[in-house]
T-cell receptor, first 113, second 110 residues
Framework: DSGVTQTPKHLITATGQRVTLRCSPR?????VYWYQQSLDQGLQFLIQ???????AKGNILERFSAQQFPDLHSELNLSSLELGDSALYFC????????????FGNGTRLTVT | SQQGEEDPQALSIQEGENATMNCSYK?????LQWYRQNSGRGLVHLIL?????REKHSGRLRVTLDTSKKSSSLLITASRAADTASYFC??????????FGAGTILRVKS
């Protein structure tokens, strides 16, 4: 058990809808990362927060947004969903701001129909 | 694409044999990390090697790093059926982005 909790585990929704994925980092970790994993794109880095502030940004679409709250949990919001957004979304956490090993949750599997 | 090159894409070996996976990259790195992913589950960190290190061991794992060739390899010795998984290298790039490769799917047959 990595100590990282992601909810929900599965999400099925329709195109055009909006969903929120939630992540609680491992106790003591200040950084939260979001990754998207799909068969055709592999594991894509979306965004990182460190102690509430955005730290690094990857190829995150404008329809997607995230934030990290004062209690360090994070939410990833996906809006105007398209079929191509169907993927596994992983949250990971680490102690430091960058370079330290990541601890991954078990992901949220999003299916857009 | 954010991904580096990993080879082979897939590897099938018998239990007890060694498995070697390679990872190449194009930019300067601070460190390089290897992760394992069992089907559909979260990735698990295996080992981290810093840019000033050449080799590192952890149990049955051996990682090498050649910064002049911009490549790394992961060797799993005396493989077991439980080692069946996907293996990813990840490099810390400029801008604090940890970028993962496409991965190698390892199948260990018992």
């Amino acid at each position: 058990d990595s100590g990282v909790t992601q909810t929900p585990k599965h999400l099925i929704t329709a195109t055009g809808q909006r969903v929120t994925l939630r992540c609680s980092p491992r106790s003591g970790d200040l950084s939260v990362y979001w990754y998207q994993q799909s068969l055709d794109q592999g594991l894509q880095f979306l965004i990182q927060y460190y102690n509430g502030e955005e730290r690094a940004k990857g190829n995150i679409l404008e329809r997607f947004s995230a934030q990290q709250f004062p209690d360090l949990h994070s939410e990833l919001n996906l809006s105007s969903l398209e079929l191509g957004d169907s993927a596994l979304y992983f949250c990971a956490s680490s102690v430091g701001a960058g370079g330290s090993p990541l601890h991954f949750g078990n992901g949220t599997r999003l299916t857009v129909t | 694409s954010q991904q580096g090159e990993e080879d082979p894409q897939a590897l099938s070996i018998q239990e007890g044999e060694n498995a070697t996976m390679n990872c190449s990259y194009k930019t300067s790195i601070n460190n390089l990390q290897w992760y394992r992913q069992n089907s559909g589950r979260g990735l698990v960190h295996l080992i981290l090697i810093r840019s000033n290190e050449r080799e590192k061991h952890s149990g049955r794992l051996r990682v090498t790093l050649d910064t002049s060739k911009k490549s790394s390899s992961l060797l799993i010795t005396a493989s077991r059926a439980a080692d069946t998984a996907s293996y990813f290298c990840a490099r810390l790039e400029y801008g604090n982005k940890l970028v993962f490769g496409a991965g190698t799917i390892l199948r260990v047959k018992s």
